[in-house]
């Protein structure tokens, strides 16, 4: 591949990115795609559960499932299992790896040292912007706290996409004991505009041969059992359009906090998979028709291990979202293979609550001491 890279230097021909990519989230997937801009292969290298352990603290998601979740991404050429947290020459140069690229924030090991400064040290460095808005910590603490604000309103979805990315810029907090935060853990809502939905998407119409799929789902906190149900859902056809529905219809059927990502980021973490072509950004809980006829839509696919049976909302309870497709004779329901669910994900941490409390203020200080040390707070 010719050409520079973002930075404006040369392109390499492999790349490597690496990282814990725990409870993988959209943010995760931007930083590697803008990786995948500096070369031509991206080689991703994936922690073991043992060093996130070590360095940072449990993680959600297991290795397994973070492993087959990075591959998923379309910016992912080759996954590296097993990767060492301190990023190294020999580690590079083992991957035939030119440089490595990394977001401009900042990774400590457990000991509180740059987990970049070997290769910084030899020029075999790169780096790309880190997406605001968004982090692994975040989302857990929005588990924990129960709290609905980062849900979107429907009427505002439109004003939403719209708005600059530049609202989503990092704030500072501090603690009660007057501690500051650090700005790369403690950030603002994402809100994204339509450039960075476009980046995300294939950008391509069907092709009038094309058989057209359609799915729908909150898809909240995408995990294994969304990624097995998507790939099981595209070997029904060649154009896979995912119905996204918005946060108030999701917490309506769900109750309580739910969905725990908004319309937005729900979004662009689907966008970033393989299988899909698609999304319908604030879909109807009812596959009507119209939705039927103006995507062409030749078969709708459903998950039975997640379809929705506990309705919550009575007014809800009574509608068979699939009605349409199964009159039409286009319903098909599949299983995943997969037991995750987000409740199950939500599960986890409250379950291990105390952990992830006190692995989050663990990596807050340690990010904020090096702040300080930056003169960034």
Known sequence: MSGLAPDGLPKGNRVWADGCYDMVHFGHANQLRQAKQFGQKLIVGVHNDEEIRL?????????QERYRMVAGIKWVDEVVENAPYATTVETLDKYDCDFCVHGDDITLTADGKDTYQEVKDHQRYRECKRTCGVSTTDLVGRMLLL???????????EQHVERARSLSTAILEYSKDNV???????VSRFIPTTTTILEFAEGRPPKPTDK???????????HIGHLAFLEKAKEFGD???VGILSDQTVNQYKGSNHPIMSIHERVLSVLAYKPVNEVVFGAPYEITSDILDQFNVQAVINGFRDNNSSVVNS??????PFAEAKRRGIYHEVDSGSDMTTDLIIDRIIHHRLEYETR???K??????????????
């Open 364 to 377: 807050e200080k340690k990010e904020a001491d090096v702040a300080k040390a930056m003169n960034l707070i």
């Open 239 to 241: 154009y896979l359009i």
């Open 180 to 186: 500051a935060m650090s700005p790369w853990t403690r």
């Open 147 to 157: 709290t609905k604000n980062h849900h979107t309103q429907d009427e505002h979805i």
């Open 360 to 362: 989050n203020k663990k």
């Open 55 to 63: 360095h940072k603290g449990p993680p959600v998601f297991n290795e």
């Open 315 to 320: 007014s809800l309870a009574s509608i068979d």
């Open 212 to 222: 057209v799929v359609y799915v729908t789902g909150s898809f909240d906190l995408f």
